[in-house]
């Protein structure tokens, strides 16, 4: 597994199927896991932790993100693609345009690398490749 640092307190556990991120807050000492890896993570996420200089049993909280539905994915050409499992188009470009009116500098997701840079921007010119709304 890779540990890949995004921001100082923000790492990409990239497994060799599947990825996870570590979120570690500063002021509790205390860190999230964000998704939780494919079966049998328990270990590599601890070493990782111990790697970052934390030790285990500071992860307090995992967060799943998605249940078996890909919202986006991967950057692609310098985008951000609908994933294959999403069932409601406009929606998910409607996030993108949420998401990118919140000025973020990074974005993950579940499935593929994240955005590192002007991610905010990456959002929103991505949801104008899809143009407007199909629904009446």
Known sequence: MDVVELLPRLHLLRFPVGQAYLWHDPDTGTSTLIDSGPPGSRRPVANALTALGRPPGTLRRAVLTHRGDA???????GGV?????????????????????????????GHGDPVTARASHVLTRSADTYGPPRRP
């Open 71 to 77: 919202v986006a994915m991967a950057p692609e050409a």
């Open 81 to 109: 693609v609908l994933g294959v499992f999403n069932v409601d188009r406009d929606r998910a470009v409607a996030a993108f345009r949420r998401l990118g009116a919140l000025d973020a500098e990074v974005a993950c997701f």
